[in-house]
């Protein structure tokens, strides 16, 4: 038998005493402990999941913040808080002391809770919020990816920018107007005597425009070079969106599939959290009876206290997932839908193969890109050819002044122009034909970039095809160990209770089932990325191939609306998606 701990008796007692004596000193009001101490059955947090929060082997202590307690009080307060921690201290000189039971610890936690009132009603609403909010599916996750993910908004204004750089190739083509206008007038006067014939002071004025008109003729073939090289780039950043879109709607995918898995293993971190108190529990009752050892109480204790640790931990991924989910998606990701395929799968490897090498937008920009670095070899070939562009002016020059007749007396003179500008180069350094050498090699490394593409994605299906399969088969090896396990627990468990096994041969097997847990919760994320990976490697997972319902961004619209625009001022429509600079 135990002997009985007088020593936290007569603290407990000590402290309830020091408490009651406080409260009679006040003449009219009954003042509560001012010592908060949250008790271990009411340790526990109100997130989604029901998750438990590890309960501190010491109480904790809030002092200094109440506000309804008179200074006449410190003194109470700072005696209180002495033997409290007296009691969770004590003096090590008197030997060693055996550490606290479960029991014991509640009995000493036996304070009431003060939440203040706006906080609580704060949290009672957020948590209303959250059960009344609809699940979202992997689908609506989708949707508010492709609506309100920044990066890919950004990409398609890159896209935009492409297309201006066009508008301004086909304006070579154009002609060029400037108007050019002087207003001048002049004062004179002589200083001194004037010579003779000479007026002393006068004045002159001028006034004169011209209009200019020119056009380009021949610039070496550098015009139509500029265009299809603007052109190809255009095209090439198309499919360069195609590209991004595709990897955001995948990165959407794998955040909501990592938000499921994590809360799967933060449930079952929680289960076994569960275990380990009920068989801490059921390890002091049996010691309290003498069926029991102080060993297996230990084991328990240890066993409790580290699946605690791993619940915060657990709870840490979580976060970090919804962090990550928040970032892809744009908004908070509550009551997640487990997530679906909804994506027809081929059925052999070689189909996903040769839907990927023709529908992949990898390829098809580097094919686009290749095509710009071939125009952009005549472009810098132009600087060696001649050029020539036609001239034509129209200008009147008005004079007038103080001082007649001549130079005055044609005040009024108009002349207008035509010519032609023909310039022929015959040595410029030496820097044209470096250009056309660099040129040609940006020619070189486009056509390796095209070879690196196309054996990417050959490689990038074959792997997520490997990846989905090994998914399939792994889940269903998990699923039947999870199976057998859970059966290895129960036995284990009852073999304990008779005697046969040991405390420690019930929580190794408990340690495998979470594990096994673990492991399902993963493998049934990495099912779904390897799903929408194969889709991915195909060229296939935009939104027009999941039939996502919202609003499709075509570039086409900007691209035929202002690629050969002539005066066309900006409208000042905002074409992005992602407007809000905080979603929630």
């Known amino acids: ?34 010592i908060v101490v949250v008790p271990l059955s009411e340790q526990k947090s109100h997130l989604e999941g029901g998750q438990a929060s590890k309960p501190s082997p010491l109480p904790n ?62 949290n009672e609403s957020e948590k209303k919020d959250k059960e009344t909010a609809a699940p979202r599916s992997i689908c609506q996750t989708l949707e508010e990816a492709y609506m309100q993910n920044a990066e890919l908004d950004a990409a398609r204004a890159g896209l935009r920018v492409k297309v201006e750089t066009l ?5 070579d083509w154009r002609p060029s107007f400037s108007v050019q206008g002087t207003q001048g007038n002049d004062w004179h006067g002589a200083i001194g005597q004037p010579a003779p014939g000479d007026p002393g002071r006068w004045n002159e004025y001028r ?19 500029k265009i299809g090289e603007a052109e190809s780039n255009v095209f090439a950043g198309t499919y360069d969106l195609v590209s991004k879109e595709q990897s955001t709607l995948y990165a959407a995918i794998s955040a909501h599939a990592d938000v499921i898995a994590k809360e799967a293993t933060l449930r079952n971190q929680q289960e076994t959290q569960a275990f380990s108190k009920k068989r801490y ?10 069926e029991g050892s102080r060993s297996d109480v230990a084991i328990a204790e240890g066993e409790y206290e580290q699946t605690t640790a791993e619940v915060a931990v657990a709870l840490g991924y979580l976060e970090a997932s919804k962090a990550n989910y928040l970032y892809q998606v744009g908004t908070s990701p509550e009551k997640l839908t487990p997530p679906e395929i909804i994506v027809d799968i081929p059925k052999t490897c070689e189909e996903v193969v040769q839907i990927a090498e023709k529908k992949n937008p990898s390829i098809v920009s580097a094919k686009y890109a290749l095509e710009a670095a071939e125009y952009n070899v005549n472009v810098q070939a132009a600087d060696l050819l001649p050029t020539l562009n036609v001239q034509g002016n129209f200008g009147n020059d008005r004079r007038g002044g103080t001082v007649l007749p001549s130079p005055y007396d044609n005040p009024v003179e108009t002349n207008a122009s035509f010519k032609g500008i023909l310039n022929v180069p015959l040595y410029l350094q030496g820097i044209p034909n470096s250009k056309i050498r660099q040129a040609y090699q940006i ?3 486009q056509k390796v970039n095209l070879i690196n593409a196309q054996r990417k994605v050959i490689q990038d299906a074959n792997t997520t095809w ?69 889709f991915q490697a195909m060229g296939r997972l935009t939104a027009c191939d999941l039939k996502l319902r919202v609003k499709y961004y075509d570039p ?29």
């Open 167 to 171: 508008s301004q190739a086909n304006a």
């Open 61 to 122: 202590i809030s002092s200094g913040s109440r506000t309804d307690v008179s200074t006449d009080d410190s003194s109470n307060k700072q005696e209180d808080l002495r033997l409290l921690k007296e009691a969770q201290s004590p003096d090590m000189s008197a030997g060693p002391r055996e550490p606290l039971t479960l029991g014991q610890k509640k009995e000493l936690k036996e304070f009431p809770i003060e939440w203040e009132e706006e906080k609580s009603s704060r």
């Open 207 to 225: 006034t004169e425009y011209s209009v200019q008109a020119t056009q380009n003729i021949f610039k070496g073939g550098q015009t139509v070079a």
């Open 443 to 445: 020619v070189a490394q």
């Open 1 to 34: 038998m135990r002997r009985f701990d007088f020593h936290k008796f007569f603290v407990f007692l000590t402290i309830t005493a020091v408490a009651s004596t406080s409260g009679m000193a006040q003449s009219s009001t009954v003042r509560e402990p001012d």
């Open 466 to 534: 490997a990846t989905y399969l090994a998914s399939q088969e792994s889940l269903k090896s998990f699923i039947a160990q999870v199976r057998a396990l859970e059966v290895a627990v129960e036995g284990s468990l009852e073999e304990y209770k008779v005697g046969l096994k040991s405390i420690v041969d019930v929580f190794v097997q408990r340690d495998k089932l979470t594990q096994a847990q673990n492991r399902l919760a993963i493998a049934q994320q990495k099912l779904v990325e390897s799903s929408y990976g194969v």
């Open 556 to 584: 086409e619209v900007y691209y035929r609306q202002y690629k050969e625009a002539w005066i066309q001022f900006w409208k000042g429509e905002d074409t992005r998606y992602v407007t809000e600079v905080n979603p929630k």
């Open 281 to 290: 529990e059921e390890a002091e009752a049996r010691y309290e009876v003498g």
